[in-house]
């Protein structure tokens, strides 16, 4: 029976890359600590480094003890003698250890030859832990006599920062053990994910992989560029490095290596050409000067330019599939649960979100048609959707458009008006205008039923963000005009002034509000969308105001909310001459934010609902206040407004929220007090 609280000695042997790193990990949370290589120099050097790093850690202040108490628990081994033997020093410090971290070359010869010895020498009640990332956990085990307390502890570099920790159970590692790991990975002040069954890659390498391979095969297949694919992964799903950026970052070669010791193994993955390629060339990445993007000289790190105007040229959904596919895969064969798969794609890989969260919000119904399209375009077999992704849609379960995915969200509620359907999927909510067969022309009974619909959101206070679309061919071709026949010009003023209301309630609105546009958007349906924050739109919109051609002129705010928002001689431009713009030229006029395929509309728009709806409320409410209101005033009634606001939102509880969360580096959940 080992208990955590009595580890005392650690034990890590090798000490490059992996091993100083996690010594020094050791070290810091307390442990008394044996580094051990096969010489002094590689020792040496890797104090200095450790030396190096509490330094820095010290400077942030993110050190309790002193660098050199922390220093002072850390002993160096030499285990080989000029033989080639292992030490009879080495065997002394094995007989003194509780835990040991095995963190030499990826050789399973000299790993199995270790761990022979360490189990001959460590005490019965020491666990043998091994850092492999691609070497079966159950072959290291068969070495030894006690398979039970054989595990993998995984680290990420550098073990210092990255909080992550995969531990994995071997074929016979026992549940003891694996508990006594994760406790001891705690200890060490890291988030430990388990791996249950010993998989090749584990779960951050096989969705890594899988993630990298596709966005290659798309660039090999010429179906993107590579900038387009890294621009793509950056600005619209969010990840810190593009594919190739990434690659190049940390090396071609050391990804080769993995995903070639993976396939060795049996992960089923067919190697990218142009990986391969940039490997035979001998261009790694960074570290040669060159592999997909250019350095300045080998080893020395720029950014590579990638342009954020090619973001969402190839749809995320194709690039995000595999790797949900893979995470479908580990969680259908019980290799960890979806909780600690998404942890580990978080703080492994440094997700903004699980790669199920991903899925859900995208919706697992898109990402099987990905899945399929893939299979079809690259021909590979590996992209066979994987039966837990089918069942899921044959059940309805495509995440959170229908309430519940591989997370469940609460129950979709969907209100069907005379002429809106209003959607609540929480913490956003749809406003659909419903009158398809006449391109949801705008008539009185729909801004009522529409006005209607945004107080009773307005009051919900689980709806965070709302969204405008229209159902069928167009947002809205504008007013209803044949509402006009045989009314006095004082009726139609009223209906002007009906009209201009419910836009200045969503321009006031406490909530962030925002227009996805297809097909036209005509008129009062351009009006009605001026009015809102953020206008998305499908490519191939038409938009514009063409009151002109029947005798009048926008009557609701359009004359005014045009010219605020594109330069006013294009606006008279658009108001005189009635003409239409596609959506493409609306967004280099500032009308519109995005332009997006038509298929990605929705999943575009519920994205940036979603990322949103996890703001502050209040902070939002304050922000859309101080521009709508300032923007309507001078200067310093806008920045006297701002200062008030600015300091109104210290009295707040999601502030005190807001910066616990950003010092304790997780994410902050605001609850708009
Ligand atoms: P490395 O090559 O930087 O360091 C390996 C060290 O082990 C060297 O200093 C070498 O002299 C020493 N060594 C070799 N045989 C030894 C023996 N019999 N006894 C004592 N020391 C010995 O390698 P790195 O990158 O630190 O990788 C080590 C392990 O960690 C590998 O199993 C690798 O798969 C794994 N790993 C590597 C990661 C990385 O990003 N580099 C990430 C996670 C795991």
């Known amino acids: 029976m080992v208990d955590v609280e009595k580890i005392k000695t650690i034990t890590v042997v090798g000490a490059g890359t992996m091993g100083h790193g996690i010594a020094e990990v050791a070290a810091i949370a307390g442990y008394n600590v044996y580094l051990v290589d096969i010489n002094k120099e590689i020792l ?29 628990r850390i002993k160096t081994v030499v285990n080989l003698d000029e033989q080639g033997n292992y030490t009879q020093e080495f065997a002394e410090v094995l007989k003194k250890t509780d835990f040991m971290i095995e963190a030499i070359i990826e050789r399973l010869d000299l790993k199995q030859k270790l761990f022979a010895f360490a189990d001959e020498h460590a005490p019965e009640h020491a666990i043998l832990a091994t850092n492999t990332s691609s070497l079966p956990i159950t072959e290291i085990a068969s070495a030894t006599k006690r398979p039970e307390k054989v595990v993998g502890m995984h680290f990420f570099n550098p073990p210092p920062l990255m909080p992550l920790v995969e531990v994995i159970k071997g074929e016979k590692t026992s549940d003891e053990t694996v508990q006594v790991t994760v406790a001891l990975a705690k200890k060490f002040g890291k988030q430990p994910v388990v791996v249950k069954k010993d998989v090749p890659g584990f779960i951050v390498n096989r969705i890594l992989g899988r ?13 993107a560029t590579i900038e387009e694919v890294d621009a793509t992964v950056k600005y619209v799903l969010g990840l810190p490095m593009g594919i190739f950026e990434l690659s190049d970052y940390s090396g071609i070669d050391v990804f080769y290596y993995v995903f070639q010791a993976m396939r060795e193994r049996g992960f089923k993955i067919t190697p990218c050409p142009l990986y391969e390629e940039k490997f035979k060339k001998g261009e790694y990445g960074m570290k040669t000067g060159k592999g997909f993007y250019t350095y300045p000289a080998p080893g020395k790190y720029v950014r590579p330019n990638i342009p954020k105007d090619l973001a969402g040229k190839i749809d995320p959904v194709l690039l995000l599939a595999p790797a949900v596919n893979e995470a479908a895969w580990l969680l259908r064969n019980d290799v960890a649960t979806k909780e600690d798969i998404d942890k580990a794609v978080k703080l492994g890989l440094g997700w903004p979100k699980g790669v199920f969260e991903f899925a859900d919000e995208y919706g697992i119904d898109k990402i099987v048609e990905a899945l399929r399209k893939l299979k079809e375009e690259l021909g590979l077999e590996e992209m066979e959707p994987d039966p837990l992704l089918v069942e899921m849609v044959e059940k309805g379960l495509l995440g959170r458009k229908t309430g519940k995915g591989f997370y469940e969200y609460g129950e979709v509620e969907e209100i069907k008006k005379k002429t809106i359907i209003i959607r609540k999927e929480k913490p956003i909510a749809w406003i659909i205008l419903n009158r398809p067969k006449r391109l949801n022309a705008l008539s009185p009974e729909l801004l009522k039923e529409l006005g209607e619909a945004l107080d009773e959101l307005e009051e919900d206070n689980d709806v965070r963000v709302v969204i405008l679309k229209g159902e069928g061919r167009a947002f809205s071709a504008g007013a209803d005009v044949t509402a006009f026949a045989g009314v006095t010009p004082i009726d139609v003023a009223k209906f002007s002034r009906k009209f201009q209301e419910l836009t200045l309630k969503i321009q006031f609105y406490t909530k962030p509000v925002i227009a996805a546009l297809h097909g036209y958007v005509l008129g009062g349906g351009l009006e009605l969308a001026m009015s809102t924050d953020i206008r998305i739109a499908a490519e191939g919109t038409m938009l ?3 009151e002109i051609n029947l005798g009048f002129i926008p009557g609701a705010g359009g004359t005014q909310r045009l010219p605020r928002l594109i330069p006013k001689g294009h606006a008279k431009l658009l108001i005189y001459t009635g003409d239409m713009i596609p959506a493409e030229e609306a967004a280099k006029l500032g009308l519109v934010e995005k332009v997006v395929p038509l298929e990605r509309l929705e999943q575009e728009a519920r994205a940036l609902a979603l990322k949103l709806a996890e703001k502050p409320p209040l902070a939002l409410m304050a922000a859309k206040y101080a521009v709508e209101y300032g923007l309507e005033s001078n200067i310093w009634a806008g920045l006297a407004l701002e200062a008030h606001l600015f300091g109104l939102l210290f009295s707040t509880e999601d502030v005190i929220e807001g910066v616990t969360a950003f010092l304790e580096k997780r994410k902050p959940k605001f609850k708009g007090r």
């Open 44 to 72: 040496d050097n890797a104090i200095e480094k450790i030396k190096w790093s509490l330094q820095k850690l010290s400077e942030k202040g993110m050190l309790r003890d002193s660098v050199d108490t922390v220093l002072s």
């Open 211 to 223: 993630f990298l391979n596709t966005g290659c095969h798309i660039v090999a297949k010429g179906l």
């Open 544 to 546: 514009g105001q063409p």
